[in-house]
């Protein structure tokens, strides 16, 4: 990147986005859309990347800032429970604020810590994997990777057992507000958003009025002399409800699904899971990411790629095509659990100071899950097409997941 020039190309100048054909899926069409240059805009003049190396660049703390209400601004939500988390929640926010908000979480997630728990989630897979087995058919997302992160998030949260389903209920209701981008489904998802503030309110109550040796009332304490409000405090324990939800669900889903469409792979996991666990989640995670692209804008005018970009333009990164760059991955198209080509930091956690908090959670969550079906599931087939996500930005969606666990 070089400094601004005056002789070189605009934003208006790029290329614009192709219309889509519906028939063909994300990567394809992201091929499609590559073909027309390093960078594309959309409609709104807003900047879409592709590399591995945009992305990272623009991840800078330098260049870009997070994005913090401008979204539910465009969409005209200025009150609720919506308004109330996009304007509270660390993820979008930026400087000594997301500092403020990120710290007294930091140390709980770190990779030492989640280690220890690695067991617990281990008996926890097994748990809801051993009663599926033999039964017929199975509502994978449902049943299996859905209620994964929610009880583990419960765990950490002291939810107790009787509580379980509503508050997987609560959470994958809520999600939506992060999932979506359209008016209508954010809407329809703010009640049960409510009611999940009301939960979280309600446990964090309780741990201030008599602390325990647990996660929340080390949080507690630490915010303490803090400059959070009760809101900010809040708040952050329902982000990190949310955050990691419905991203290790897909993320479950979709490798297991990749897993089982590639049976020579599955053959090789299932010989050694506990030596391939990691390699399998980093190879699922990498071939078809659950966050579709990442977002920010422009802190200052720069140079991309011959391109001045002035500041206050709206950046979107492709996760989809930053993590099939050929230049970062040798045959980039094929799922392959035994490549060693993934960056010491795996893209699919975004990068910069607003790296996935909780990776090290999401990371055995998956090889967990993964590992206890290679060995108590080994003749385990899909039934119906091979789920796919769908979906060009945020957190992409997947169509449903049958599969017989034999
Ligand atoms: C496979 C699962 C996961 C994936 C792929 C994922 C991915 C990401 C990405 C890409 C970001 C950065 C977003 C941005 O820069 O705009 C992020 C942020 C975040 N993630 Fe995850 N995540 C996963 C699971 C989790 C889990 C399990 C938790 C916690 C329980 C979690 C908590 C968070 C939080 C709190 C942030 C915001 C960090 C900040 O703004 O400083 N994530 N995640």
């Known amino acids: 990147m070089t400094k601004t020039d005056s002789q070189t190309l605009q934003v208006k100048d790029l290329p614009v986005y192709p219309p889509r054909d519906k028939a063909i899926d994300d990567h394809a069409y992201m091929k499609q859309v590559m073909r027309l240059g390093p960078l594309v805009r959309d409609g709104y003049f807003g900047v879409h990347t592709f590399s591995h190396q945009h992305m990272l660049d623009m991840l800078s703390d330098d260049l870009t800032r997070q994005l913090e209400t401008e979204g539910i601004d465009l969409l005209g939500i ?11 929640v660390m ?5 000594t604020v997301h500092r403020n908000r990120r710290a007294p979480l930091a140390r709980a997630f770190a990779f030492p810590i989640v280690k220890a728990m690695r067991a617990d989630i281990r008996a926890a897979a097994t748990a809801i994997i051993k009663p599926l087995l033999g039964g ?12 994964m992160p ?20 609560l959470v994958y209701s809520s999600i939506r507000v992060l999932a979506s981008r359209s008016r209508g489904i954010l809407l329809e998802a703010e ?7 009301t939960y ?17 009332s080390a949080y507690l304490a630490r915010v303490a002399d803090s400059a959070l409000d009760p809101t900010e405090v809040r708040v952050q324990i329902v982000g990190l409800i949310l955050a990691g939800s419905d991203t290790t669900r897909s993320s479950i889903a979709t490798t297991f699904a990749r897993l089982l469409d590639h049976q020579d792979q599955w053959e090789m996991f299932k010989a050694d899971p506990d030596a391939l666990k990691a390699d399998v989640t980093a190879e699922g995670l990498r071939y078809d990411p659950v966050v579709g692209s990442l977002s920010r804008i422009a802190a200052q005018d720069f140079m991309l790629a011959g391109v001045r970009i002035p500041t206050g333009s709206v950046l979107f990164m492709s996760m989809i095509a930053a993590l099939r760059d050929p230049a970062i991955y040798a045959d980039p198209d094929r799922f392959n659990i035994t490549r060693k080509d993934h960056p010491a930091l795996h893209p699919a956690f975004g990068g910069g100071g607003h790296r996935c908090l909780g990776e090290a959670l999401a990371r055995v969550e998956i090889e967990e899950t993964l590992s206890v079906l290679a060995e108590l599931a080994p003749n385990a087939r899909l039934i119906g097409p091979v789920p796919t996500l769908r979906g060009l930005t945020g957190v992409r969606g997947i169509n449903g997941m049958t599969v017989a666990l034999g």
């Open 78 to 88: 200025g009150a609720g429970a919506i308004r109330d988390f996009f304007a509270n």
């Open 91 to 95: 993820l979008f926010s930026n400087g």
């Open 136 to 147: 017929g058919e199975v509502d994978f997302l449902a049943d299996v990777a859905g209620p």
């Open 150 to 169: 929610a009880r583990i998030i419960a765990g950490i949260l002291g939810v107790p057992e009787r509580d379980i389903p509503h508050f997987t209920t």
């Open 191 to 197: 009640a049960d958003l409510a009611r999940l503030n």
């Open 200 to 216: 979280v309110a309600g446990v964090l109550a309780d741990r201030a009025k008599s602390p325990q040796q647990d996660f929340l």
